[in-house]
């Protein structure tokens, strides 16, 4: 005769050595209600060498008693959830000890691009002033004057002075890169206007497969705002 | 009876923590079993009665000592404690820590979410735009950078995160919360994000409730964010285990905190010390006994243990004579 199997869950572990309580799931026809019912039956099961750990579903296997509670033992794990979640928590924790080192790294890294920031711009500031004095004051030391100018220059790779070129990117200026953006409300006015109805129909028939007539104004408008703002899609008319 | 029981340790509250810790750091070693206690050491020239007097009253007291050990330890079971505050999580976590120190970090950041180093360029050019209007002799250009100077010091004043309010110290902190948790830029609502967000609002919640016991509507606000935030990482261990052990590892959490009950009431306050050390909680008579009783059992474990020991060191010098 084949052995008494039973597949369940591990609800509790390391409380008892080599012990595990599995917790079975059967279904059992209630004739007075007429309907299956889900009962449960917790097994005290042996665990040779610890294996298992809470929320692995396993399947146990009859065993001649070995104690008082115990008769089957875990024959294999199915599923091993419990392991893994065990596991995730002990990289999780390794992992955040790794993180908090970054972090301190990154720290000190902006605190000194932030005073590389600051320098620059009391060598710019002074680089100001020698030329002021340069121009204004004929009697001045110009030969001293003329190399601290080549010092600073060369710190900064500054080509002239006073010089077109941006020496200091600002936040503010990279965002009017695109200009598309800067003009997305005009752009898109004009192309949900009557003036360029076809144009607009093309646009909305390569996106979607709904019929134009179906659709919702703000739909529309969300679909023309996505197209105008991928710089590869071609606007019918000029920025 | 029982409900009882289980209402009054469902914070996890530590009974007699001082007890604990003097027992707890003089444990008795594995191999001194606390039923050691009861050992009596007849001595050879006893008398017969004397002797058997004795041997029964070791009988007595090692049945006694199995039945409090046996009870301590059911106690101890039913009553398992949370491993961390299931408000505030770890006491040293790293990244409330950090979080923290950001926020009262005056150099870095300025108020109203402007970022210091753009601050000090736009300045520089303001001033450049200034000397480069007025192009005058030397000592107007001098008094220029006087003026712009005093204007920058002004702003700096007032743009000085000492000087300005909670909620804005409160936004710069969700926001470099959000953005460590974030999965891409731009990412505001991933469960992870949910929770530190949560997390931060809680901290700075809770602050206000140390500092005024009576703001019940607030203490409210903070007990949903709690329940919330357990509901939120409820789920993201249902969707994705790693990244649920991530940020409870992250947020100074446990497992335990986040799958068991919990509730922020009074109980919590209590065994927290969160207003210090005030009973909230009145117990009646009888869950007052009841508490009593544990205690005394406690007590009585840790003195069967450190007697163990005694008589274990006793005993191993004996055997090496």
């Known amino acids: 005769m084949a052995k008494q199997n039973f597949i369940g869950l591990v609800v509790s572990q390391g409380k008892m050595a080599k012990t595990v309580k599995v917790r079975v799931q059967r279904k059992v026809y209630d004739t007075r209600i007429h309907k299956e019912v889900i009962k449960r039956k917790d097994y005290l099961v042996h665990d040779e060498g610890n294996l298992c750990k809470e929320g692995d579903v396993v399947r146990i296997e009859s065993i001649p008693k070995i104690s008082a509670r115990k008769a089957f033992a875990v024959a294999e794990i199915k599923v091993n959830k419990g392991q893994q979640f065990a596991l995730y928590e002990t990289l999780a ?113 390569a996106s979607t497969s709904t019929p134009v007539g179906e659709l919702k104004k703000h739909t529309i408008k969300n679909i023309v705002r996505k197209y105008v703002l991928n710089s590869k899609n071609e606007l019918p008319f000029e920025v | 009876m029982f409900r009882l029981s289980a209402r009054m340790f469902s914070s996890g509250r530590i009974v007699a923590s001082s007890i604990n810790s003097s027992s707890g750091a003089a444990s008795a070693p594995a191999k001194a079993h606390p039923t050691l206690a009861a050992k009596q050491f007849i001595s050879p020239d006893a008398s017969k009665s004397k002797a058997k007097i004795l041997r029964r009253k070791e ?101 000085n995160l000492r000087n300005t309010n909670k909620m804005d110290k409160k936004i710069l902190a969700i926001k470099l919360a959000r953005e460590e948790f974030q999965r891409q830029e731009g990412d505001t609502a991933s469960p992870e994000v949910q929770a530190a967000i949560l997390t931060v609002k809680i901290h700075f919640g809770m602050d206000h409730v140390k500092e005024s016991p009576k703001d019940h509507t607030h ?103």
Do not use: C
Not at chain 1, 115 to 140: F, G, K, M
Not at chain 2, 88 to 98: A, H, P, Q, T
Not at chain 2, 251 to 272: A, P
């Open chain 1, 93 to 205: 924790k390794e992992k955040v000890i790794e993180e908090e080192k970054q972090k301190l790294e990154i720290f000190i890294k902006e605190k000194q691009q932030f005073e590389s920031v600051v320098t620059q711009i009391e060598d710019l500031r002074r680089l100001d002033q020698i030329v002021s004095t340069y121009q204004t004051q004929p009697n001045a030391d110009r030969s001293q004057l003329l190399s601290e100018i080549d010092r600073i220059k060369q710190k900064w790779g500054i080509q002239s002075w006073p010089s077109e070129e941006p020496i200091l990117s600002l936040d503010i200026n990279e965002k009017e890169k695109s200009i598309r953006e800067v003009n997305l409300d005009l752009i898109i006015s004009k192309i949900m206007s009557d003036e360029y109805t076809d144009d607009r129909n093309k646009i909305l028939a």
């Open chain 2, 219 to 321: 203490t409210e606000h903070v007990r949903q964010m709690v329940q919330h935030r357990q509901r939120i990482l409820k789920y993201l261990k249902r969707d994705n285990p790693e990244k649920y052990y991530y940020t409870i590892a992250k947020l100074g959490l446990t497992d335990d905190v986040i799958t068991r009950e919990f509730n922020m009431g009074r109980q919590y306050f209590q065994d927290f010390k969160v207003w210090g050390d005030k009973q909230l909680v009145k117990l009646s008579d009888k869950q007052q006994s009841k508490v009593n009783k544990i205690h005394d059992l406690q007590k009585r474990v840790s003195e069967y243990n450190d007697l163990a020991r005694k008589n274990y060191d006793i005993l191993q010098k004996e055997q090496s004579e």
């Open chain 2, 59 to 159: 009988k007595r007291l090692k049945k006694q000592i199995i039945r409090d050990v046996n009870n301590y330890k059911k106690q101890q079971a039913k009553n398992v404690q949370f491993q961390v505050d299931p408000v505030l999580g770890e006491v040293d976590n790293g990244f409330m820590n950090r979080i923290k120190k950001e926020v009262e970090n005056h150099t870095n950041h300025l108020a109203y979410g402007f970022d210091r180093v753009e601050f000090e360029k736009l300045l520089y050019g303001a001033e450049k735009a200034a000397l480069d209007k007025s192009k005058g002799t030397e000592v107007l250009n001098e008094s220029i950078r006087l003026a712009e100077e005093r204007k920058k010091r002004a702003l700096l004043t007032i743009l």
